[in-house]
Nanobody, 111 residues
Framework: QVQLVESGGGLVQPGGSLRLSCAAS????????MVWYRQAPGKQREWVAS???????NYVDSVKGRFTISRDNAKSRLYLQMNSLKPEDTAVYYC?????WGQGTQVTVSS
């Protein structure tokens, strides 16, 4: 049974930072590309960043230079370091691999 459990969300002021984590179980973590998505209220789910099994990364233009995706294969964990956060980054952030999704973690950027 595959499980993806996100954590690390919360309320942060504009300009602040958060680090999201996704703990994966039930899969051979090392062979899969991993992806972060987000969904803001009233909007469609949006791809944010992805990382291949050999740690090549890609980002949506709106987060380039501010967000960093990484993975720890030994711990089966995916991370998203988010810096210089903006109100428009407010969303539920989801971890995704193959056909599986986590439950999401809320990130709210507000003063």
């Amino acid at each position: 049974q595959v499980q993806l459990v996100e954590s690390g969300g919360g309320l942060v002021q504009p300009g602040g930072s958060l680090r999201l984590s996704c703990a994966a179980s039930g899969i051979i973590f090392t062979i899969y590309p991993m992806v972060w998505y987000r969904q803001a209220p009233g909007k469609q789910r949006e791809w944010v960043a992805s990382i291949t099994s050999d740690s090549r990364t890609n980002y949506v233009d709106s987060v380039k230079g501010r967000f960093t995706i990484s993975r720890d294969n030994a711990k089966s964990r995916l991370y998203l370091q988010m810096n210089s956060l903006k109100p428009e980054d407010t969303a539920v952030y989801y971890c995704h691999v193959a056909k599986w999704w986590g439950q999401g973690t809320q990130v709210t950027v507000s003063s």
